[in-house]
Structure formats: C-alpha cells, structure tokens
C-alpha cells in the first residue's frame, strides 16, 4: 500500500497567516492527490483534487501544489472557518490511502 | 442538491452483525461508484471498498475483506455496508462517499458519518 506521511501533527496560526502543510508519498503518485478539511463532528469536505485543481466553492485562499512523492496545502490568509483536521489522500492505486491529519487552530 | 443521508447510530454486541445503510439524491446513483470509510476517534481514515452503482461491482481493501460486504439497490438510490463479526476494533465512525474520477479517484460528497460501538 502506499504510505501517506502528513506534516506536522498540528499548528497554529493568528489571523491572516500563510499557512502550509505538507504530504509525502511513499512513492511517485504522479499528482494522484487531494486534500480534505474535516471539522469536529463532520465529515470531510473536498477541497483540492489533482494536486492543484481547486474542488468548486472552495474558497481560493486554497491551493496546491507539488508533485512526485511531495505535496503541499497552502492557506494564503488564515480565518476562522479554517480550523479543523486537513487529510491527505492518494488516488493512483487502491486501497486508496490518507495521511494522518495536520490538526489547524487559531493562535 | 447531491446528498447522502447515512442510517443512525448502531449499539451492537461482540460477534454480531450490522447493516449500514446510504440513501442517495439529487444524483444519477448508477453512474457513480460510493466508497465506504472508517475513522477511528481521532485517527486516520481508512478505505474500505467501493461499489458501483450501475452494476454492483465492487472492489475491496484487502485488510477489510471477509470483514464488509458492499451492496446496493438501485430502486431506491441506496448502498449498504455489511459488517460482521464485529470486535471492538470495529467501533467507528463510518462514512459512505460518493466517488468522483477527476483522473484519479476522489471523494467529492460524503454521508454524515455513523457511530458504530461494539459493547456487551
């Protein structure tokens, strides 16, 4: 199976921060990926799919990036709304595979 | 509006069965594939298999086979999981996704999730 290695575990970030979290495969997934916000209590929400193509009515303060075994998640302006657990998740082989989480807060 | 709307909260006992079910709307339910997920508290989320809605055809992670049986009714736009013998490694939340292929496989909706607590 292929290992989805998430970092870091957590973060926190003040108002208006860049924010970047990053997702390293354990081989070429060959921009195979998405990202997924998930809040206490809900289920995950699509935010980036294809490595870089932003899902429709997320906000385009997301983006993504990278490629190869390396990704990464980009929050340009940190607001509220954006705390939660963001996951990982490789599409090029099944099982399908997710990252452990990088949990966000508010500073 | 595309929704999925996930069976309630299941309270079971060591050894049995449960049957989880994923009503469907506001889609062609037999032109996409539904994957099933677990999440354990606070711990990553693990692909357990997917089905198709057209055809019944499904695909499985190994680590859950013999573990979940995926199915559906195309009559009423619902799929169901199977899961049996049930331990308490089987306490979860467990979410129906649809699957969206934008060149590779995603999760573009998903249900509300369901606890499922193995307890005597």
């Known amino acids: 199976d292929i290992q989805m290695t998430q970092s870091p575990a957590s973060l926190s970030a003040s108002l208006g921060e860049t924010v970047t979290i990053q997702c390293r495969a354990s081989e070429d997934i060959y921009s195979g990926l998405a990202w997924y916000q998930q809040k206490p209590g809900k289920s995950p929400q699509l935010l980036i799919y294809g490595a870089s193509s932003l899902q429709d009515g997320v906000p385009s303060r997301f983006s993504g990036s990278g490629s190869g075994t390396q990704y990464s998640l980009k929050i340009s302006s940190m607001q509220t709304e954006d705390e939660g657990v963001y996951f990982c998740q490789q599409g090029l082989k099944y099982p399908l595979t997710f990252g452990s989480g990088t949990k966000l807060e508010i500073k | 509006e595309v929704q999925l709307q996930q069976s309630g909260a299941e309270l079971v006992k060591p050894g049995a069965s449960v049957k989880l079910s994923c009503k469907t709307s506001?889609?062609?339910?037999?032109?996409?594939?539904m994957s099933w997920l677990k999440q354990m508290p606070g711990q990553n989320i693990e692909w357990i298999g997917n089905?198709?809605?057209?055809?019944?055809?499904?695909g499985y992670n190994q680590k859950f086979k013999g573990k979940a049986t995926l199915t559906v009714d195309k009559s009423s736009s619902t799929a169901y999981m199977d899961l049996s013998s049930l331990t308490s490694e089987d306490s979860a939340v467990y979410f129906c996704a649809r699957g969206r292929y934008y060149g590779y496989p995603y999760f573009d909706y998903w249900g509300q999730g369901v606890m499922v607590t193995v307890s005597s």
């Open positions: 506001g889609y062609t339910f037999s032109n996409y594939y």
């Open positions: 089905i198709y809605g057209g055809n019944g055809g499904t």
